[in-house]
């Protein structure tokens, strides 16, 4: 099957299912939405009796991804799952999931296999022992080591040579510098692609982990060109926030505040918005570090043939929401329908620069709803039409972020006077990756 985006998004079914298997995990990551201040998740598993609900729309469906916040693989149902899907999806559909890989032993891994399972994404880090230990807090990197053995083995065994194996890599500023070797590391075992995503930080304590700049790509873009032009005439705009406030100024420091003024002129009439702020503290030797590490890492995928997925190191400010796009449906273990990975769920994080609440937006329950009258409420079917025309405010080069309308306990609208609770979402500006 193969749909456009706005077609997906609003034809009468949806096109891609994400079904939490579990909420439960065998591990304690610091970078879970489970450890964050704020979350209200609790433990539970999707029953059989909620898969059986999922019918009317296997056949319509191009993918099937059984993982949410949990680990998959402690769902004991997990294969009947697979095998029931498998025979009602198109031929040209697949099944997966992301997994820690902890309890992929040989038999597990060709019991998924025979069951249909056509792609699998282990999380691993560091391949340093001591490094992913402290990353991943129960696991160790020699059981990824077994795990990629153990479906090798199976793929083989169950005659499935099309089965995808991958890993995941949470990049942050603890790890990034031991991409390239991971990366090599899995290849050498068998990994086909890999999807490396920056870690989304739930406090303050953690945001220092991020890599990626928290301005968009156009607003930096724009800010180098004019730093550049300036620091040739001898004027650093560096110090605009220094100077800015002062009574009197020198002919330099008129000079910066003209400069900045001038530049401020150029992003409005090109309809860039500028925090100014954020850009003066934006830290460019690290930034071209990170460039050149994913340099490094895309040297080995080719290599290696590895297939890779880089995230953004700014934010796109041409957004790009794929959960909504791409027709998806997002099915709490409990039966609740979300649109996307950033609703789905109650969580403080602090991925913005600043601490936010995000609130679970949900237009149904498979327990008490037909999942197809779900799907074609008006409620649902606006929400997509108002996301995809990308209206709304975009938090993240607002310079006077956070507002009263994004910290409000119960989100009305925004400042664009739009009802969408998208503007702090960054998913959609490509600095993080999911399996999908």
């Known amino acids: 099957m193969c ?3 706005a077609t997906a998004a609003l034809r009468e079914f949806p096109t891609k299912l994400f079904v939490e298997t579990t909420t439960r995990c065998n591990l304690n990551c610091f970078m879970c939405v489970k450890q964050s201040r704020g979350s209200e998740i609790n433990d539970g598993d999707f029953s059989p009796e909620l898969f059986d609900r999922l019918a009317p729309v296997l056949p319509h469906i191009d993918s099937l991804v059984l993982n949410g916040v949990g680990e998959p693989l402690l769902n004991p149902h997990l294969e009947p799952f697979i095998r029931r899907a498998k025979k009602q999806m198109s031929s040209s559909g697949w099944i997966g999931f992301q997994s ?9 891994a060709e019991s998924l296999v025979a069951a249909g399972l056509d792609r699998v994404c282990l999380s691993i880090d560091a391949v340093s022992p001591e490094q992913f230990k402290n990353m991943r807090e129960g ?10 053995s153990a479906l090798r083995s199976a793929k083989k065994q169950c005659d499935r040579p099309d089965v995808r194996v991958g890993i995941e890599f949470v990049a942050m500023k603890n790890n990034i510098k031991g991409l390239p070797e991971t990366l090599e590391w899995s290849a050498r075992r068998g990994a086909s692609f890999a ?28 800010y180098n060109f004019w730093r550049r032009r300036a620091l040739k005439s001898g004027i650093d705009i560096q110090r605009y926030s220094e100077v800015r406030f002062k009574y009197r100024r020198t002919r330099q420091e008129r000079a910066i505040i003209a400069t900045v003024e001038a530049m401020k002129a150029e992003a409005a009439q090109q309809n860039i918005m500028l925090d100014v702020k954020k850009l003066l ?11 050149a590490i994913f340099g490094k890492a895309t040297e080995v995928a080719n290599k290696t043939g590895l297939d890779l997925r880089l995230p953004e190191l700014t934010l796109k400010e041409q957004r790009k929401c794929s959960f909504v796009e791409d027709g998806s449906a997002f099915v709490s273990w409990n039966g609740d329908i979300s649109p996307c990975y950033f609703l789905w769920h109650r969580y403080n994080c602090f991925a913005n620069g600043w601490n936010q609440t995000v609130k679970t937006k949900t237009f149904g329950n498979l327990a008490h709803q037909d999942i197809v009258h779900i799907w074609n409420t008006p409620e ?20 006077v972020a956070p507002c009263d309308y994004v910290q409000a306990e119960e989100f009305e609208q925004d400042c664009h006077v739009r009802e969408v609770p998208c503007g702090s979402c960054l998913w959609c500006t490509g600095v993080f990756q999911c399996l999908s």
Request: charged letters at 20%; aromatic letters at 8%.
């Open 3 to 5: 749909h456009t985006p």
């Open 100 to 108: 820690n890989g902890l309890m992929m032993s040989h038999p597990r």
């Open 139 to 148: 696991g160790e990197v020699d059981e990824i080591d077994m795990a990629l």
């Open 195 to 222: 999807i490396v995503t920056h870690v989304l930080p739930y406090d303050e304590q953690h945001a220092d982990e991020a890599v990626y700049c928290t301005v968009s790509d156009q607003a930096l873009t724009l």
């Open 281 to 291: 503290q934006v830290e460019h030797q690290r930034l071209e570090e990170i460039t």
């Open 380 to 399: 649902f079917s606006s929400f997509r039409n108002d996301v995809i025309a990308y209206d709304y405010a975009f938090c993240a080069s607002c310079g």
